[in-house]
Nanobody, 127 residues
């Protein structure tokens, strides 16, 4: 059973930074992808960044150059470093995992490509 727990959310002023962490266990430590998503109540879940077991990454256009997804190795936490935060980055952030994927490279930002999800951590950007 895959278990995922996010942390690191909070209140930050515009222009500030936060680092989200996701501790994941139970997924297959080869041929996998991990992603960060965000969602506002009443809206769809938006893919923010993703990384696969080959180290390939994908980013939403809205966060390119500001957010960085990383993971040192398969058994280490997943991180999302968020810099130059804007009020429109305010959301609940979720990490997600998909194991035993067939193709590596350019991991998808579609929520349908992930089976396992954490409970989320709230990020609020406000002065």
């Amino acid at each position: 059973e895959v278990h995922m727990v996010e942390s690191g959310g909070g209140l930050v002023q515009p222009g500030g930074s936060l680092r989200l962490s996701c501790v994941a266990s139970g997924y297959t430590y080869s041929n996998y992808r991990l992603g960060w998503f965000r969602q506002t109540p009443g809206k769809g879940r938006e893919g923010v960044a993703a990384i696969d077991s080959a180290g390939s990454t994908s980013y939403a256009d809205s966060v390119k150059g500001r957010f960085t997804i990383s993971q040192d190795n398969a058994k280490k936490p997943l991180y999302l470093q968020m810099n130059s935060l804007k009020p429109e980055d305010t959301d609940m952030y979720y990490c997600a995992a998909e194991s035993n994927i067939l193709t590596l490279g350019t991991p998808t930002l579609s929520h349908s490509g992930y089976s396992d999800w954490g409970q989320g951590t709230q990020v609020t950007v406000s002065s």
